[in-house]
Every structure is written in structure tokens, then in C-alpha cells.
């Protein structure tokens, strides 16, 4: 995808020289401390915090005038969210734009991770809406950050606990805290648990941006990340009865979609750009039609 | 008022980057790769020459990431180099500080006289990112050498080889290493390529 007209008047990638070597700086200490939390001076940006001003400003960072970079939202590259980050990094960067995930160097995400498996080199940049796992449990910073230096995790331990003595299951679906390198608890960002598996020894840097809770985190490449379990309750992802409706895929995450007022109802991939390449490669889901004709389930 | 006569070369400071903006991000993109490949020798090339005895990455790195927030000390054969501190002043605009544990970027030449890391900050186990960044500037990396590194950036293992380091040196990481979550993060640089090995890199050999 060509890039569209860059605007005058803007430092390269918006933001300016001294925030991004702030800002650089503390994903450098991220890396080396995987899962910690590092605070940053996070900047107003041009759009409301919960939109991913944290990931942004990590991308801002990074991204360089050679990068392509890919944006989705819930897995889907053509929402809202998604297409005017992009196109906001096409405008000040005047990068190159892209919606497969193979072909992107970097990859900003809300909430999902691709189902393609990401390669060395490629890095995948989360927006965090809250960094810090504990938070729910304890509101009070100096303390949460007392517990992380202690390694003092019971409490998170206590709430799975919790769940499984209400529910019989431990009812985290998203979210889904997670231990990297055998020692910072950290909170994944709002994917689905189904994706976590794919955080653990990824090839790709996974960094986070928090803009309104001013952190970056990060979990370097071939990194151990373990979602919290027990014993007798390990983790596991949640399965589905049907298949995607459009390309038939069995091993996706899927979306379920509501098709009328009569309980009719479709599940189709997250990921758009997944499900695209499946049916280009001529798989066809129970709704989906070939190739080249129009979508019969509108 | 007297005048007074001085050789220009002492005044003006050598060129930067060619463009600051594209050049502290490209070096910014190099460092990151190595920060997060550790051991994984990374090219460093956008000077075309640094005052010595700055190495060109190493001078290419403080070009990209030091300012005005971050003080810097320099071992004595720099700090008293007037060309190399009016570079990094002229520059970088970073304090210059003496006291190594205040430093958050600490530039090393003599790297056969480092045989601790005591002297600079380790974070503390609630700020770990408080930690000295310790420039290393050694004579070669190889790397197919007789060290192997493990942890998290790193596959299975990968092979090193330093030269113009202490046997006391990979002491001092081993220990650094067991400080976690606390301990110095090291960039290990020669001429145009640099290898990083932050705290949690675990060398054997």
C-alpha cells in the first residue's frame, strides 16, 4: 500500500527528538528487565487516552521511514482505530502500510496477537490500557510496587483461587495474568487468553505502551511467559463448537457474529487478514463463498 | 583585553549525524536489536569518524540517546580527552558527573582496568530501571568465541568472543547477572559494531 501525503510542519514520526530518546531509553531498560514496568513521561498526543496513545508513542519511537508497519484493532485491520493510527503513521513518518502481518517489520496492537506466528525481527508493539496486574487487587502504587521488588504474587494466586472456588474454573478469559521470565507478573494487555501461548518464546520484541498509566514493558524475543495455572487447574484456551463461517479455519480465534432478530448467529476469524489469506488460498467456510464473488452472508 | 589565540579543532567540536532525526533512530533500531539479541553483533555505522578515544558507535549511541536527563561519567582517559567532553557536551548536552553511582550512562576506554561494577548504579529492586548503562569500549568481537551466552533474546545459546577484556570482568557479570532484578546493562563496542549484555544474560566459558 503506497503511503499516503506526508504533512509539513511535524517532526518526523510527530513527536519530538527529546521524547523519543526518553522514550527509547526506557525500552531499552524494559528489555533488560523483561515484564517490569518501567514509567515514562508519556505525552498528550492527538488523540484521547484509550486509544492507544501508549502504543503510539512506542511506535513513534521506533519506527523508522524503511519500516512497514501493520495496525489492528481486535485482530482487524479496517476499524476505526486502526485505520487512523495508520494512516496517522503514513501521514508523519511517511511508512509504508500494510495488512498482512508477513510482510509488516511492525505490527501495533489492540487486543489481539495475528495467528500467523511472528518472525525474528519483526516487533509487535500492544496498547495497555492498565499496565499493572495487581491493580485490582491492590489500588495503591507504592504498594504494588513493593510486591513486584518482593516477588510477592500470592494475592494474584489467591484470586484464580477465588474463581475456581465460585465458578469451578478459573473464569479469566482475557487479560489473563502471566509470569515472564520466571519472575515479573505481568498483564498481557486485553488479548484473549486463547493468545497467550503465543507470547511464550516468540521470535518477535513484544513491547507495551501504557500512555495514561505512563509505562512501558516489554518481553524480549525467546522469553519464557507462563500464564498462571494450578496443579490440579492448568491453563487452557478456550475452544469453539464451529469453525470460521467464511474460511473455515478450526485453529483461529473467533468472533461472533449476530446475523438477525431470529438467533441466527456466525463465527468468523478476528484476524481479517488470516482469514483473507485462507480464502485466497481457496478454503471455504460453511457461509463463505469461492474466491472473486460477492459475500452472500450480508 | 588580552587576546587570545586557540587552535580551532580544540573549540569546535566535530560533526554529528548527517540528519539527527534519521540517524538517532537508525542507531536508536541498532541498539535495540542488539539490547534485545544479546550477544548478536550489531552494526553501528552512521558517523563517519568520532573524536578519540571514542569509538564511532560509541559516540554514535550517546549522539542518540543521551541528553540533558541522563548524567554521564567517563573513565579518566576519556574525561580528560577535551575534544571527546566537548563532543558529548556540544552534543548531547548531558551533565558530566564524577560520581560514577549518579551516572545513567558510563563511557569505559581502559576496558582492561574494569573489573567491577560495584562503582555504578544497580537500580534498586523497586526502580531496577535506575541502572548505570555501561559503554564498554573493547578491542574485538568475534562471534564464534569461547563464551556462551543464555537467556531471555537468545534461543538456545549463542557463542562470544571479547577480546581486550579482564578474567575478572566475566566475574563481575556473573555477579551482575545474580543481582536481578537490580544490575548494570553493558553495550560492549569496537570500532562500527556493538553487542549488548543486559543483566539477565547468563555467561559461561
Redesign the interface.
Known amino acids: 500500500m503506497s503511503a499516503t501525503e506526508t504533512l509539513e510542519g511535524y517532526?518526523?514520526a510527530y513527536l519530538d527528538?527529546?521524547t523519543?530518546?526518553?522514550i527509547?531509553?526506557?525500552?531499552?531498560?524494559?528489555?533488560?528487565?523483561?515484564g517490569?514496568q518501567?514509567?515514562f513521561g508519556s505525552r498528550e498526543m492527538p488523540l484521547p487516552y484509550g486509544w492507544g496513545t501508549g502504543g503510539i508513542q512506542i511506535t513513534a519511537?521506533?519506527?523508522?521511514?524503511d519500516d512497514t508497519l501493520k495496525v489492528i484493532d481486535q485482530g482487524a485491520d479496517d476499524t476505526t482505530n486502526a485505520v487512523s493510527i495508520r494512516r496517522f503513521f503514513a501521514r508523519t513518518a511517511g511508512v509504508d502500510t500494510t495488512e498482512k502481518t508477513e510482510d509488516a517489520s511492525l505490527i501495533q496492537t489492540r487486543h489481539r496477537i495475528p495467528e500467523r506466528a511472528l518472525k525474528e525481527g519483526q516487533i509487535l508493539v500492544y496498547q495497555v490500557p492498565i499496565p499493572e496486574p495487581l491493580r485490582w487487587l491492590e489500588p495503591r502504587e507504592t504498594e504494588t510496587?513493593?510486591m513486584?521488588?518482593?516477588e510477592e504474587y500470592g494475592i494474584m494466586h489467591v484470586k484464580l483461587y477465588e474463581d475456581i472456588a465460585r465458578f469451578g474454573r478459573i473464569a479469566t478469559a482475557y487479560d489473563y495474568p502471566v509470569l515472564v521470565?520466571g519472575?515479573?507478573l505481568m498483564r498481557p494487555s486485553p488479548i484473549p487468553k486463547f493468545d497467550n501461548p503465543k507470547m511464550d518464546?516468540m521470535?518477535a520484541?513484544q513491547l507495551f505502551g501504557a500512555g495514561r498509566e505512563k509505562r512501558i514493558y516489554?518481553?524480549?524475543?525467546?522469553?519464557?511467559v507462563k500464564s498462571l495455572d494450578f496443579d490440579d487447574h492448568p491453563f487452557e484456551v478456550q475452544k469453539w463448537d464451529d469453525c470460521c463461517a467464511l474460511c473455515g479455519a478450526e485453529d483461529s480465534y473467533l468472533d461472533e457474529v449476530v446475523m438477525d432478530d431470529k438467533g441466527r448467529r456466525m463465527f468468523v476469524c478476528s484476524d481479517t487478514d488470516y482469514c483473507e489469506e485462507r480464502r485466497a488460498q481457496g478454503h471455504v467456510g460453511p457461509l463463505g463463498t469461492s474466491p472473486g464473488t460477492p459475500q452472500a452472508a450480508e | 583585553m588580552e587576546t587570545v589565540h586557540m587552535d580551532p579543532s580544540s573549540v569546535i567540536p566535530m560533526t554529528g549525524f548527517d540528519d539527527?532525526?534519521?540517524g538517532?533512530?537508525?542507531v536508536?533500531?541498532q541498539?535495540?536489536d542488539a539490547?534485545?539479541?544479546p550477544g548478536k553483533i550489531v552494526r553501528i555505522q552512521d558517523l563517519d569518524d568520532a573524536p578519540q578515544p571514542l569509538n564511532k558507535s560509541t559516540a554514535a549511541i550517546c549522539l542518540?540517546?543521551?541528553?540533558f536527563?541522563?548524567p554521564l561519567w567517563a573513565d579518566s582517559e576519556i574525561a580528560s580527552n577535551g575534544e571527546a567532553m566537548n563532543y558529548l557536551r556540544f552534543h548531547c548536552g548531558c551533565p558530566v558527573t564524577q560520581d560514577p553511582m549518579e551516572a545513567?550512562t558510563a563511557l569505559i576506554s581502559d576496558a582492561a582496568a574494569l573489573t567491577g561494577f560495584s562503582r555504578f548504579s544497580p537500580g534498586?529492586?523497586?526502580r531496577?530501571?535506575m541502572?548505570t548503562?555501561l559503554i564498554v569500549q573493547v578491542n574485538a568481537l568475534t562471534q564464534d568465541g569461547g563464551l556462551t551466552l543464555s537467556g531471555?533474546?537468545?534461543?538456545t545459546t549463542r557463542t562470544l568472543g571479547v577480546d581486550g577484556v579482564s578474567s575478572a570482568f566475566w566475574d563481575a557479570v556473573r555477579a551482575n547477572n545474580a543481582l536481578?532484578?537490580r544490575g548494570v546493562?553493558l553495550i560492549l563496542s569496537v570500532d562500527e559494531h556493538i553487542v549488548c549484555l543486559?543483566?539477565?544474560t547468563q555467561v559461561e566459558g
Do not use: C, W
Request: no cysteine; proline share 12%.
Open positions: 517532526n518526523f527528538e527529546q523519543k530518546r526518553m527509547r531509553r526506557a525500552i531499552l531498560k524494559a528489555v533488560a528487565v523483561p517490569y518501567v514509567p519511537s521506533v519506527i523508522s521511514a510496587r513493593k513486584h521488588a518482593l521470565n519472575r515479573y518464546n521470535p520484541l516489554a518481553v524480549p524475543p525467546y522469553t519464557d | 539527527p532525526v534519521q538517532s533512530q537508525r536508536f533500531r541498539v535495540l539490547m534485545s539479541h542518540s540517546l543521551v541528553d536527563e541522563t545513567r534498586t529492586d523497586e531496577p530501571e541502572s548503562t531471555p533474546g537468545i534461543e536481578f532484578p546493562d543486559p543483566r539477565t
